[in-house]
C-alpha cells in the first residue's frame, strides 16, 4: 500500500531558530517540510533533524530577496513533491539603525527579504493551493510592526507585512486560502543576539510573564495556523507574553 499523500509546507528562513523550530514542529504534525535558507548549510541541518526524527524534510537554498530564486524554490518544489499546502515565510532579517544614520543601502535589503519577498512568494503559492482545496500562509512579523526606536526600516517591512496578511486573508478567503501573521516579541535568537543586555533586561522587565520568548512558543502558533480546519484568517497573533498589552505598570517593582 502507498504511503498517504503528506502536505507540503515550504518555510523560509528555515536554517534559523525560530524557522527550525517551526519545521520541526510542522513535520511532527505530519508536513512533508521544505527547509528553504540563504544558509544551505542551516537549512541541511534542520533538514537532518527532521528526518533523524523521523519526519519527511528536503532542503534548499533560497535568496528570498531575489526573484528567480523564489521562482525556483517553487517550481522545484511542485516538481519534487507536486503540492504547496503551507507556506510559512520566516526569512527576515535585522539592519537596526536611526533615522539620521539610515540609507538606501540597508534599506532595500530589508525591504527585499521582509516584505517584497514574503508577498512574492505568497503569490506564487496561490495556484498550487487552490488546485489543492485551499492552504495557509503565514507571515513572522514581529512586535516592531507596532514601532521601535531606533528600527524604522525593520518596523517598516513588518509593519508592511501586516497590512499584506489582512488584505491577502479578504482576497484569498474564498478560495480557502488563510493568512495570517505571528509578531513575536523578545525571542532569544541569534538574531536578537545583537541587542544590548540592558535593552533585553528592560524588555524582559516590561513583559507580564516575566520571561524571554523562545522560537518553540512561534512554533506552536505556527502549527495551529497550518491547520487545515482552522478558522483563524487575517488575524495577526502577539507571541510576546503580554508585552503588547500596554504600559508597564507604574507601581515600583513592576518594570525597570
Ligand atoms: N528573534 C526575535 O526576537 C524576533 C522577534 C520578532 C520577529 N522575529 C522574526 O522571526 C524571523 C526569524 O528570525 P530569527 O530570530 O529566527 O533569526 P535567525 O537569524 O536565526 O533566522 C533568520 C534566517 O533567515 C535567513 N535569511 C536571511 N536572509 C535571507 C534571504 N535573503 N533568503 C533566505 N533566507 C534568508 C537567515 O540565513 C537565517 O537562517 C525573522 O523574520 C525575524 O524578523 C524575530
Not at 522545484?76 to 533615522?99: K, P, S
Not at 488584505?167 to 544590548?196: D, F, H, K
Not at 480546519?229 to 504600559?247: L, M, N, P, Y
Request: aromatic share 2%; net charge neutral; hydrophobic share 45%.
Amino acid at each position: 500500500m502507498s504511503a498517504p499523500v503528506a502536505p507540503v509546507a515550504i518555510v523560509t528562513g528555515a536554517g534559523g531558530a525560530i524557522g527550525a523550530a517551526i519545521a520541526t514542529r510542522l513535520a511532527e504534525a505530519g508536513h512533508l517540510v521544505v527547509a528553504a535558507d540563504l544558509d544551505q548549510v542551516g537549512a541541511a541541518a534542520t533538514r537532518a533533524g527532521i528526518t533523524t526524527g523521523g519526519g519527511r524534510a528536503d532542503a534548499c537554498r533560497l535568496d528570498v530577496g531575489d526573484q528567480a530564486s523564489r521562482a525556483e524554490l517553487v517550481a522545484g518544489v511542485l516538481d519534487r513533491h507536486g503540492r504547496i499546502d503551507v507556506l510559512v515565510n520566516c526569512a527576515g532579517i535585522l539592519r537596526d539603525a536611526r533615522i539620521g544614520d539610515l540609507t538606501e543601502q540597508t534599506l532595500l535589503p530589508t525591504l527585499a527579504v521582509n516584505l517584497i519577498g514574503p508577498l512574492s512568494l505568497a503569490r506564487q503559492v496561490i495556484d498550487p493551493m487552490t488546485s489543492e482545496g485551499g492552504g495557509s500562509i503565514i507571515n513572522i512579523a514581529s512586535r516592531a510592526w507596532l514601532g521601535i526606536f531606533g528600527s524604522a526600516s525593520y518596523s517598516m517591512t513588518k509593519g508592511a507585512l501586516v497590512g499584506v496578511t489582512r488584505s491577502l486573508a479578504l482576497e484569498l478567503g474564498p478560495v480557502g486560502i488563510r493568512v495570517n501573521a505571528i509578531a513575536p516579541g523578545y525571542v532569544q535568537t541569534p538574531m536578537s543576539a545583537s541587542l544590548p543586555p540592558q535593552v533585553v533586561r528592560r524588555s524582559v522587565n516590561a513583559t507580564p510573564l516575566r520571561r524571554a520568548g523562545n522560537p518553540d512558543d512561534v512554533a506552536r502558533l505556527a502549527t495551529e495556523l497550518a491547520h487545515p480546519q482552522s478558522f483563524v484568517t487575517g488575524q495577526v497573533i502577539a507571541v510576546c507574553g503580554g508585552r503588547t498589552i500596554g504600559q508597564p505598570g507604574m507601581a515600583e517593582g513592576t518594570a525597570s
